[in-house]
């Protein structure tokens, strides 16, 4: 089964608007990291923002926030004010496994294309 | 911090060849990651090593795929023989060992199987 969903594919988004990206995970673990990756298509792996399971509040991260839902069991990436450089592919990720945190899985990813 | 450092950055090799893939961590972090990303499976965990010692490893995908860290500055992922469906990214990542730690990425290797 699927841990990480990114249930959209591709998006697009105006320049200077906001756009949310969606993430849904599944674990039975009740400690665990939820994180956001950015991959431009030079191919690094950038990272974004983190948010704890134990976490109460939302992280923010500059123009990141991250819109953490635990009984949905959904993180969901919100950019405010797009710009043309954030187009790329977004990876969702979660963290968990015990005392080492050895699985760290990722979505299929969201490729966002920002337009002028 | 010089980052985690991968090398080759491009490999190209004919089938049945070995291929040796190298990683360097970042200096103090005792997990290593090795993901591969092709477009049809997206990233995949390989296999997760803590203190250089393999802790997962249900992710190599066959025994044709092998992965050392002899010490805590180097790690190698082989693959022998190499098939064309080899072909893809494969990313190293590092960071200390904990749900709240973000893995730091090489810039990968480019490997193409001809």
């Known amino acids: 089964a699927q841990k990480i969903t990114q249930t959209q594919p591709g998006m697009f988004v105006q320049e200077k608007e906001a756009v949310t990206l969606d993430c849904t995970y599944d674990?039975?673990?009740?400690?665990?990291?939820l994180f956001w990756y950015k991959q431009p298509s030079s191919g690094e792996m950038i990272f974004l923002i983190y948010q704890g399971s134990y976490d109460q509040q939302n992280a923010t991260e500059g123009r990141y926030s991250l819109n953490f839902q635990k009984a949905r069991k959904s993180a969901n990436l919100v950019i405010s004010a797009s710009q043309l450089g954030d187009s790329a592919m977004y990876f969702c990720a979660m963290r968990e496994g015990g005392y080492y945190g050895q699985n760290f899985v990722f979505g299929p990813g969201t490729r966002l294309s920002v337009l002028p | 911090d010089a980052g985690v450092i991968q090398s080759p950055r491009h490999e190209v090799t004919e089938m049945g060849q070995e291929v040796t893939l190298r990683c360097k961590p970042i200096s103090g972090h005792n997990s290593l990651f090795w993901y591969r990303q092709t477009m049809m499976r997206g990233l995949e965990l390989l296999i997760y090593f803590n203190n250089n010692v393999p802790i997962d490893d249900s992710g190599m995908p066959e025994d044709r795929f092998s992965a050392k860290m002899p010490n805590a500055s180097f790690s190698t992922l082989k693959i022998q023989p190499s098939e064309p469906r080899d072909s893809a990214v494969y990313f190293c990542?590092?960071?200390?060992?904990?749900?709240?730690?973000?893995?730091?990425f090489g810039s990968g290797t480019q490997l193409s199987v001809l």
């Open positions: 674990t039975s673990d009740p400690s665990y990291g």
């Open positions: 990542a590092s960071s200390p060992p904990a749900t709240n730690e973000k893995l730091f």
